[in-house]
């Protein structure tokens, strides 16, 4: 299977975040922890690393308890919730709002799937991660994602819980029986990897009591680049890199192949595969956020060179000098551009 970094909208860390600080945690050292820099907030839909958003909501329910995600599903707002766009708030019923998320998903998630079915006056509703989660973030995912389905269901008037029957796989130490203790015996053990949930059809089928049209920012996922487009490795690589460095961390190949959930010698394979390397999309990720911080005049190029990384000044302006032919400072001193706009805008736009 190609290599490539599973990628989420930073968005979806948002419910979480906003229960640790009630909470009192400390944001900043919970996303350190993660290997996620407090610049992955900045833009909400900017994409981050799935396996350092699950590894944030996995080690909030060591603390908290293993039925956190329950916890934080039910106590969050209905648009906080809703960052899917217009998508399940502007949905008539469950079933529409459903679908209209499992259509939306590749532009929110890149590794995650939900899939549902008709049967017999009931729904089959299945999601999963196509990446390997350890078992006990696999669980707390999971279990995420089904309080999520369970919220939805509930804005028709009906009482949790909505389902009927939920199969998951259980939490490696603790089992199931936490979420008995909020959902009763209608929750399952499985030995597969994914979830699935049994709903009957007159609770799918229900109109919401107030359909919530367009009530999010115009910006939705329908107007957002789906996480699984082509070419993804490099693509995903170019969006953790830039996460790293606007972040002012330090990218590296161990880093950037244990948010790809695969050794360094895997990752440089696909990479070679792909005719690239690590240093190259380095080097692309460096000049990219180079050209935009010497539009800044406030920078001195000794503070941009440190927070991209180099050892001193005077490796920058090398590697500068190979990018455009002249010094970081005769560089920003010709920026400004008579027929308007700056010489560093254009060399930005010509490299995105």
């Known amino acids: 299977m190609p290599v490539m970094i599973p990628l989420i909208r930073a968005f979806a860390l948002l419910p979480t975040l906003r229960w640790l600080a009630d909470a009192g945690a400390p944001i900043e050292r919970c996303l350190a922890e993660v290997d996620l820099p407090a610049a992955a907030l900045v833009d909400p839909f900017r994409p981050v690393p799935l396996v350092h958003a699950a590894a944030l909501l996995r080690n909030a329910a060591r603390v908290y308890g293993p039925d956190l995600p329950s916890r934080i599903i039910a106590t969050t707002g209905n648009l906080e919730i809703a960052m899917l766009g217009k998508v399940a708030l502007g949905a008539h019923t469950p079933g529409e709002a459903l679908a209209r998320i499992a259509a939306a998903l590749p532009c929110y998630c890149s590794h995650e799937h ?14 999963f991660f196509a990446h390997r989660f350890e078992a006990e973030t696999l669980h707390i995912l999971l279990q995420y994602a089904a309080a999520m389905i369970d919220r939805v269901l509930a804005a028709t008037g009906e009482t ?50 107030k359909a919530a049209r367009e009530r999010l920012n115009p910006r939705s996922l329908a107007d957002t680049q789906s996480l ?28 950037v192949a244990a948010a790809a959930g695969t050794s360094v010698r895997s990752f440089q394979r696909q990479l070679e595969a792909d005719g690239t390397s ?3 999309q380095l080097a692309e990720a460096r000049r990219s956020e180079t050209l935009k911080r010497l539009q800044q005049q406030e920078l001195t190029i000794a503070s941009i060179a440190a927070t991209l990384g180099y050892s001193d000044q005077a490796t920058f302006t090398r590697a500068f000098r190979r990018w455009t032919g002249a010094a970081p400072g005769q560089y920003r001193e010709r920026s400004a551009d008579p027929r308007g706009g700056s010489q560093a805008g254009r060399e930005e736009r010509s490299i995105s």
């Open 228 to 255: 699984r487009s082509a070419g993804a490795l490099t693509h995903s690589l170019a969006a953790f890199l830039a996460l790293m460095i606007q972040g002012d961390q330090a990218p590296t190949i161990q880093r």
């Open 160 to 209: 949790s819980p909505c389902f009927t029957r939920l199969t998951i796989p259980p939490h490696p130490v603790l089992g199931v029986e936490h979420l008995r203790d909020r959902y009763g015996e209608r929750v399952v053990a499985t030995t597969a990897h994914g979830i699935t949930m049994t709903i009957d059809a007159s609770i799918m089928e229900r109109r919401f009591s």
């Open 114 to 127: 939900v899939s549902f079915e008709r049967k017999e006056g009931q729904y089959i509703v299945r999601e």
């Open 278 to 280: 690590f240093s190259k």
